[in-house]
């Protein structure tokens, strides 16, 4: 009888030590379960409602610890524009996520949430972000090697708010530049958008050979992201070089090969800078900065105009003199060496982006006669596609196209003033009226006014 009863309760002690032993333990947090036995595992203990938010993705706008904790949602994201403060610290990113974190974390399941952001060149709705070219800039480098280290910058800048995840590449194949959203595209050619694929994996970092893909999605061990250091990586502006450079395609240099009026020279008696776009940061980098379609001006990013690049870059001895618009008269009287003019697109992004006439920004064309008229002039414009040029060509002397360059306008100077060469090649066809459009190479009918691929070179100046 005492021998049964002593079974009996030792049956019950080892059902109790089981049951604690099993709330203990959770299988889909033991990252030494396969991952497929984890999910499974997980999968059984949501609830209808866990799986909803689980799916759901909310702008930071409507978040909080307490809807992050209430509706278990999955994730939350940066829209364009959408910041926690203007010209918000990384430590305020940092705060915010950290605190949408804790909600998660504090839930039943204790899923962690993921954090999205577009960083489509640099993270770019972040202040003081090093703000990189625009896809179609990077389509005309060519270079796979120098798209890679971009995303490797981008993801340090990322994760130095505590983002982990961004919504990007573009992988899209503009055949059309009358779209809002050609620049995000590297080319009208599947070839170079695949080869420029070499973003992801600078993105991603290198991912080691035993990883479990797809286990941030689930892993319940998730540390809080605090130990990310707020730093700024404001020394990849010397450090990771400045890919504007390989960016620019020089499409027209003087009238003839033996007379080319670039590289320019740095020593000259007076030289003249104009254009909408000389001296605008906002325009330099486009949409999809700071805000969702882009702003004007300088007070919204830290970085180099071109006008103070080309100050910068000249001999001391030059003197630039700076006009937006000049009038003809200013022009024929200032006795310039020459005259940089800098004109383009206003800064846009989907929807407001899309044009059926692809003209340059008001008064850009008359900056380009005023100027052209009466001295020799080097024309770089500043959009995110083909634009309307043809009318201008012949009264201008060197024409580039810089794409979006960034917030890096140093290299823009840097190769106008020949210290380092043209090597950027068109990855788009350039029309010469709208109403050829749609014309990509390979067309049966392909009349442009400068062909997939072009692109003049230039030598570095030796220096003096
Ligand atoms: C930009 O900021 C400067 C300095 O704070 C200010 O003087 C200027 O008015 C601002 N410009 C615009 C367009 O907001
Ligand atoms: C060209 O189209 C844009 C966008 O639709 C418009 O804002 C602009 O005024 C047009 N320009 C001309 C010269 O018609």
């Known amino acids: 009888m005492a021998r049964i009863s002593l079974f009996f309760w030792g049956i019950l002690i080892m059902g109790c030590w089981a049951a604690i032993v099993e709330a203990e333990y959770m299988k889909y947090k033991d990252p030494k379960q396969p991952i497929y036995a984890r999910i499974k595992d997980l999968m059984k203990r949501m609830t209808l409602e866990e799986k909803i938010g689980q799916m759901s993705q909310i702008d930071r706008i409507v978040a909080s ?140 970092g290198e991912i080691p050979a035993n990883s479990q893909k797809g286990v941030p999605f689930v892993d319940g061990k998730f540390e809080l992201i605090s130990n990310y250091s707020p730093i700024w990586l404001l020394v990849m502006r010397d450090g990771l070089g400045r890919p504007v450079r390989k960016t620019l395609v020089l499409l027209k240099n003087g009238e003839s090969a033996d007379k080319p009026l670039l590289p320019l020279p740095k020593k000259a008696k007076k030289i003249l800078v104009a254009g909408s776009h000389a001296d605008n940061l906002g325009y330099q980098c486009g949409g999809w900065t700071t805000t969702w379609q882009g702003l004007s001006g300088n007070n919204h990013t830290i970085g180099t105009t071109i006008l103070s690049a080309i100050k910068n870059t000249v001999d001391p001895t030059t003197e630039v003199v700076y006009r937006e618009n000049p009038d003809p008269n200013f022009v024929k009287s200032g006795e310039f060496s020459y005259a940089i003019v800098l004109v383009g697109e206003p800064a846009y992004s989907e929807t407001f982006g899309d044009s059926l006439n692809l003209t340059i920004l008001e008064p850009g064309p008359a900056t380009i006669t005023n100027v052209c008229g009466s001295v020799k002039c080097a024309v770089v414009l500043i959009t995110g596609r083909p634009v309307v040029i043809q009318p201008y060509l012949s009264t201008i002397d060197a024409l580039v196209a810089a794409w979006l360059p960034g917030t890096e306008g140093q290299g823009v100077a840097d190769v106008l003033f020949g210290d380092y060469g043209f090597t950027g090649k068109l990855s788009r066809t350039w029309f010469k009226t709208v109403d050829q459009l749609p014309m990509n190479v390979g067309d049966k009918y392909y009349d442009p006014l400068f062909p997939f691929g072009f692109g003049l070179t230039t030598k570095p100046t030796k220096a003096t």
Request: with cysteine.
């Open 65 to 204: 610890e307490e809807v992050m904790k209430k509706y278990f949602l999955g994730s939350v994201l940066s829209g364009g524009g959408s910041v926690p403060a203007e010209k918000a610290s990384a430590q305020t990113w940092i705060d915010m996520i950290n605190g949408f974190q804790k909600g998660s974390l504090s839930t039943r399941l204790g899923i962690p949430m993921i954090y999205g952001i577009d960083a489509l060149h640099g993270n770019n709705n972040v202040y003081k972000a090093t703000i990189f070219p625009h896809n179609v800039g990077l389509g005309a480098s060519r270079d796979p090697e120098l798209v890679k280290r971009i995303g490797a910058a981008t993801a340090l800048e990322v994760r130095a708010t505590g983002i982990r995840y961004t919504f990007a590449p573009c992988i899209a194949v503009c055949r059309d530049p009358r779209w809002g959203r050609c620049y995000e595209s590297y080319s009208e050619d599947h070839r170079i958008v695949q080869a420029m694929t070499e973003i992801i994996p600078g993105l991603q």
